[in-house]
């Protein structure tokens, strides 16, 4: 079972019964099922704040891995949770973004629709179990699970944009998870398992005549994977759905694309890795090629957006992009960078999709025509329709508004441009060593023309970042056109202040963090000690004596 023991199972069980409760809670007792679903969400913070804790007890980068077998029969038959370093950490972030997401919705957003907490429970639950899993099928059943909830709540709040951004977002989901079922009946038909510890081990031994299904395989599941994650060419459904969602859902969908993200990593470095024996690289050029071009599109998308919403999906394009492509250098260090980068990124941008919400009331819907095309006017005025002015706001109003909305906007601004001196800048700053370490062979510098191309195109992505967030400011706070003060509660505030203050905790206490994610590259790229501790984890024996109990 592990050091964990049975706390591994909670972050799923708590949300999957959260939203169980919730579903037979009558829709009018609004504040009985806001007070559930935020003590649920707070138990599964204190739980993935606990495994933190626990995957994190080695030292020198050992793997500290935890495994809990459902069920309880013998790897490989048993379905498996996984614990490490890694996991801990997408548990962490996720609960973190749900946190702040969850409370900004009690302002009003969770009155604008019918079952918002239970779908939000199961999103968790979703998130969490595709984090923890260890098994290649059950992964699938978790990202089905989430997906389930995202199309409700990415509908939530009707609105003729809302609907057919959802419609296109359901239909390119669906069409990945069919992807996803081929990949895995490949996969399982060449190596005839489905956990993944024991897929590693089998993948070196496969026959020379049918390691081309193995490989064909590998990229439908990547495929799948990169659809999730919002690759280039694949990501025409995301910068539409992000920025048609409501708010708060928007801030928890910022962790959505990495999911594709840490399934890329978790399966490229344990099935495909430097230990994976003839099969190690398989797809990692592809990465970075589809990896800089999400960067190129996505930066593309950032000079041109007039609306912020549209500003912050191509936001996630490029930091989505970012990551893809220092993955798949496949290098200990970029990876651990790619890892501060990511929590820090996504932080970011899921403030930035609250505050967007509460900066674009400012605004007048008529004087728009005035500052921006005609196009982005419609687009503007739509959203506006679809915020149902009949939801009032509930909370007390902060004073000094537009004062406090210029700072946080400002942080968001300097956090996503990289920026010094928020973690925005720390985490660039730590790509941008990583990738021109790799050239370093003993003192002389040779850095390649692939590292070089990354290290502009973060420079520049940067750059256009700062010049559309500026244009914004300037528009929004300087220049407004008939702008009107808005109001703004408390309950809005304080969760775009609580992830800002966690990306200004990133800065203080950054090595830190990087310590963690330098120990969790390591055991990433070393996968034969979570290959150990999965394929060696005993059954919990009988209380009787008579073995282990199925």
């Given amino acids: 079972m592990g050091s964990a023991g049975h706390l591994v199972i909670l972050p799923i069980i708590l949300p999957l019964v959260a939203g169980a409760v919730l579903l037979l809670i009558d829709e009018r007792r609004r504040a009985l099922k806001a007070s559930l679903s935020i003590i649920a969400t707070v138990l599964v913070a204190l739980t ?25 029969w013998p790897p490989p038959f048993s379905i498996v949770l996984v614990l490490d370093r890694l996991s801990a950490l997408m548990l962490v972030l996720t609960a973190l973004l749900a946190l702040a997401s969850l409370v900004f919705s009690l302002a009003r957003w969770d009155r604008a629709g019918p079952h918002f907490h239970t779908l939000f429970q199961l999103l968790l639950m979703g998130l969490n179990g595709a984090f923890l899993t260890g098994d290649l099928f059950n992964l699938f059943v978790f990202f089905e699970v989430l997906l ?60 020379p005549e049918d390691r081309a299904l193995l490989h064909a395989g590998g990229a439908i599941l990547g495929i799948a994977f990169l659809i999730k994650a919002g690759m280039w060419p694949l990501s025409f459904w995301l910068p539409n759905a992000y920025a048609a969602a409501a708010a708060p859902v928007a801030a928890i969908f910022a962790i959505l694309s990495k999911v594709g993200v840490y399934v890329l990593l978790r399966l490229s ?31 593309v998308g950032v000079l041109a957006s007039q609306a912020m919403g549209r500003l912050a999906s191509y936001s996630v394009l490029v930091s989505t992009g970012t990551l893809l492509a220092v993955i798949g250098l496949a290098d200990i260090e970029a990876t651990s960078g790619a890892l501060f980068y990511m929590v820090s990124s996504t932080l970011a941008l899921s403030a930035f999709f609250l505050l967007v919400e509460l ?47 210029g700072i946080s906007f400002a942080a968001c601004g300097l956090l996503i441009a990289g920026l010094p001196p928020l973690s925005g800048f720390i985490a660039k700053f730590i790509l941008l060593s990583a990738v021109l370490g790799r050239g370093d062979m003993g003192g002389v510098t040779d850095v390649s023309t692939t590292s070089w191309i990354i290290i502009t195109l973060l420079i520049i992505s940067g750059l256009a970042a700062m010049i559309s967030i500026v244009r914004a400011g300037i528009r929004t706070f300087w220049a407004p056109i008939e702008g009107v003060v808005p109001r703004v509660t408390v309950t809005e ?24 994610t330098e120990a969790a590259s390591i055991s990433l790229h070393r996968p034969s000690g979570y290959i150990r501790d999965v394929l060696s984890t005993p059954p919990v024996p009988s209380s009787t004596g008579g073995g282990y109990v199925p």
Avoid at 168 to 185: D, K, R, T, W
Avoid at 280 to 296: E, K, R, S
Wanted: proline share 2%; aromatic share 8%; net charge negative.
């Fill in 269 to 299: 470095l344990l099935l495909f890795g430097t230990e994976a024996g003839v099969s190690a690289g398989f797809g990692t050029n592809w990465l970075v090629t589809g990896g800089i071009a999400t960067i190129i599109f996505g930066t």
């Fill in 359 to 405: 900066v674009e009331r400012s605004q007048d819907p008529v004087a728009d025509v005035l500052a921006v095309t005609m196009e982005a006017y419609g687009q503007r005025f739509e959203d506006d329709d679809e915020k149902d002015d009949d939801v009032k706001e509930v909370g007390v109003a902060i004073p000094a508004t537009l004062a406090v909305l």
């Fill in 48 to 72: 993935a704040f606990a495994l933190l804790n626990i995957a994190d007890l080695g030292s020198g980068g050992g793997a500290i891995t935890s495994a809990y077998l459902l069920g309880n």
């Fill in 148 to 207: 389930a909830a995202s199309y409700g709540l990415m509908l939530h709040g009707s609105g003729a944009v809302r609907v057919k951004a959802g419609l296109h977002y359901i239909a390119i989901n669906l069409v990945a998870s069919f992807l996803f079922l081929i990949g895995i009946a490949l996969v399982f038909n060449v190596t005839g398992t489905l956990n993944l510890a024991d897929m590693a081990v089998k993948i070196p031994a496969v026959e």
């Fill in 493 to 516: 505030i304080l969760p775009v202040g609580f992830l800002l203050a966690l990306c200004l905790g990133m800065t203080i206490f950054g090595e830190r963090v990087m310590r963690y």
